[in-house]
């Protein structure tokens, strides 16, 4: 029998949802006959920020914008990497310590291309993507550090300095 | 075809000129100084990001101090402060991101 070399059809799955992250759904939807690896990222809820104690996070996304950036990212990686497939699910809402704030899984034939796609994968992710979290503390609650998206060049000429 | 308005950048107060209504999006701590989430302004067609930046930092100085780790965007991309806008634009200013 002839091995088919025709990958899936499916499309990458890229959600952002309020219920607990199905790991194993988003592992078992990117992974096929024809991998040969599947990379995980588990970004889970640390109990400690800046030497204080954690009690939970809040995560808050401009949802229609989170969605369009991460689709950006699956694009990206599709073309940038030799992988088959990507899954990338981002919680919002109230998370406890422990939990999972965001899963990425990538399926490749040879694993560089999961390892390397993952890593790009989420350290975008967390350069581009319009989500926040709101640190809770037992003294107070602080939105966390983030970084500045890149933001395109100002057509406009500077005023001069003086 | 629309001109732009000769109005000031400050001035969200369009005599002559065509006017363009556009929504705004406050998010994190945007959101509690403003106090809201989302909000809908009329302003000069072809007005840029910025100005509509001032309105809001005018009322909320707070605002104003948290400029430079700001990014806007325009429907749904990010968009240089000196972007035309136009009606039925929405426009979201985005504090640094911290997903993940």
């Given at each position: 029998?002839r091995?088919s070399?025709?990958?899936?059809?499916?499309?990458?799955?890229?959600?952002?949802?309020?219920?607990p992250i199905?790991q194993?759904?988003?592992i078992?939807h990117?992974r096929a006959?024809?991998?040969?690896?599947?990379?995980?990222?588990?970004?889970?809820?640390?109990?400690?920020?800046h030497?204080?104690?954690t009690?939970?996070?809040?995560?808050?996304?401009?949802e229609s914008m989170?969605?369009?950036?991460?689709?950006?990212i699956?694009?990206?990686i599709?073309?940038k990497?030799?992988?088959?497939q990507?899954a990338i699910?981002?919680r919002l809402g109230r998370?406890e310590i422990?939990?999972?704030s965001?899963f990425?899984a990538?399926s490749?034939?040879?694993?560089?291309a999961a390892?390397d796609?993952c890593?790009?994968?989420?350290?975008?992710?967390?350069?581009?993507?319009p989500?926040?979290?709101?640190?809770?503390?037992e003294?107070?609650a602080?939105?966390?550090?983030?970084e500045?998206?890149?933001a395109?060049?100002e057509?406009?000429?500077?005023k001069p300095?003086s | 075809?629309?001109?732009h308005s000769?109005a000031?950048?400050n001035?969200l107060?369009s005599?002559s000129s065509?006017?363009a209504?556009?929504?705004?999006?406050?998010?994190g701590r945007l959101?509690e100084?403003?106090?809201?989430?989302?909000?809908s302004?009329?302003l000069?067609?072809?007005?840029?990001?910025e100005?509509?930046?001032?309105?809001y930092g005018?009322?909320?100085?707070?605002l104003?101090?948290?400029?430079a780790?700001l990014?806007?965007?325009?429907?749904?991309?990010?968009a240089?402060?000196?972007?035309?806008?136009?009606?039925?634009?929405?426009v979201?200013?985005?504090?640094p991101?911290?997903?993940?």
């Amino acid at each position: 029998m002839r091995l088919s070399m025709t990958k899936s059809s499916q499309p990458d799955l890229l959600a952002l949802v309020r219920d607990p992250i199905d790991q194993a759904a988003l592992i078992g939807h990117v992974r096929a006959a024809e991998d040969g690896a599947v990379v995980t990222f588990d970004g889970c809820v640390r109990n400690h920020s800046h030497g204080r104690r954690t009690l939970y996070l809040d995560y808050e996304a401009y949802e229609s914008m989170a969605l369009a950036k991460i689709r950006e990212i699956a694009q990206q990686i599709h073309e940038k990497f030799a992988i088959h497939q990507v899954a990338i699910a981002h919680r919002l809402g109230r998370l406890e310590i422990g939990e999972t704030s965001v899963f990425i899984a990538v399926s490749s034939a040879h694993r560089p291309a999961a390892f390397d796609a993952c890593r790009f994968a989420i350290d975008t992710l967390k350069r581009t993507v319009p989500i926040w979290k709101k640190e809770y503390f037992e003294d107070g609650a602080v939105w966390a550090d983030g970084e500045k998206p890149p933001a395109p060049l100002e057509t406009r000429t500077a005023k001069p300095a003086s | 075809m629309a001109r732009h308005s000769s109005a000031g950048y400050n001035s969200l107060v369009s005599l002559s000129s065509q006017t363009a209504r556009v929504k705004v999006l406050f998010f994190g701590r945007l959101k509690e100084i403003v106090g809201q989430a989302e909000d809908s302004v009329e302003l000069p067609d072809g007005a840029p990001i910025e100005a509509l930046f001032s309105h809001y930092g005018a009322s909320h100085p707070e605002l104003a101090r948290f400029r430079a780790s700001l990014v806007a965007s325009r429907n749904q991309e990010f968009a240089a402060w000196s972007t035309p806008l136009h009606s039925g634009d929405e426009v979201a200013f985005l504090p640094p991101v911290s997903g993940g």
